[in-house]
């Protein structure tokens, strides 16, 4: 990405490109008053990226740091039928959805709507580099740009089908744990998709 930047803009590999500003600072810190204002000089198309990333990056750490886990002694008795206990964290969860290994944390009844603003972010985000650098990516013959270009590809797969997963099961006012159970098996699961979706 960073090579990307010289070759679709004609500038310097530096410009509205985060690890490389990141690691100019560091590189810079003993003479700060050499810092560049690069930073500044940046494209609608580029601090547009930058903001869907910023978004991305806040709504991905809230999630990481979110607590769903609650303490059950605080909890009104007549409600525990919706708390299940999540053996990875070894806690109690409200109408627990599952336990995401994405954001190392369980979702559950009080992060399950930023859990889902962080997957739209990050589909967002991920279109959006793609509309921006995919083409060009594509047409390189440059073998790690290609690899890189497939990653993306990929995690945007991966993140759309989770988020559609999701406001699917939202709709039918259901959870991942719970559907999963209902459709144990191949079969079964693709069978369960397919209800979901009608
Ligand atoms: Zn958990």
């Given at each position: 990405?960073?090579?990307?930047?010289?070759?679709?803009?004609?500038?310097?590999?530096?410009?509205?490109?985060?690890?490389?500003?990141?690691?100019?600072?560091?590189?810079?810190?003993?003479?700060?008053?050499g810092i560049s204002s690069d930073v500044l000089d940046c494209s609608l198309e580029e601090t547009l990226y930058l903001v869907f990333l910023g978004f991305f990056i806040v709504l991905y750490a809230m999630s990481v740091t979110s607590v769903p886990q609650i303490d059950t002694k605080d909890s009104d008795n007549s409600k525990t039928e919706s708390i299940s206990f999540c053996s990875k964290c070894c806690a109690n969860v409200d109408t627990m959805d599952h336990h995401c290994y994405l954001i190392c944390n369980c979702v559950g009844k009080k992060n399950r709507g930023l859990f889902?603003?962080?997957?739209?972010?990050?589909?967002?985000?991920?279109?959006?580099?793609?509309?921006?650098?995919?083409?060009?990516?594509?047409?390189?013959?440059?073998?790690?740009?290609?690899?890189?270009?497939?990653?993306?590809?990929?995690?945007?797969?991966?993140?759309?089908?989770?988020?559609?997963?999701?406001?699917?099961?939202?709709?039918?006012?259901?959870?991942?744990?719970?559907?999963?159970?209902?459709?144990?098996?191949?079969?079964?699961?693709?069978?369960?998709?397919?209800?979901?979706?009608?």
């Open positions: 990405m960073f090579l990307a930047r010289t070759e679709l803009t004609g500038r310097h590999y530096k410009k509205c490109n985060i690890a490389a500003e990141i690691w100019d600072l560091v590189d810079q810190l003993p003479n700060v008053k889902l603003c962080c997957l739209l972010a990050g589909t967002v985000n991920l279109s959006y580099l793609l509309y921006l650098c995919g083409a060009w990516a594509f047409r390189s013959n440059d073998c790690i740009t290609v690899i890189g270009l497939l990653l993306v590809v990929l995690f945007l797969g991966l993140l759309a089908a989770l988020l559609a997963f999701q406001l699917l099961l939202i709709r039918n006012k259901e959870t991942t744990i719970g559907f999963m159970k209902k459709n144990k098996g191949k079969r079964n699961f693709l069978t369960g998709l397919a209800k979901l979706v009608v």
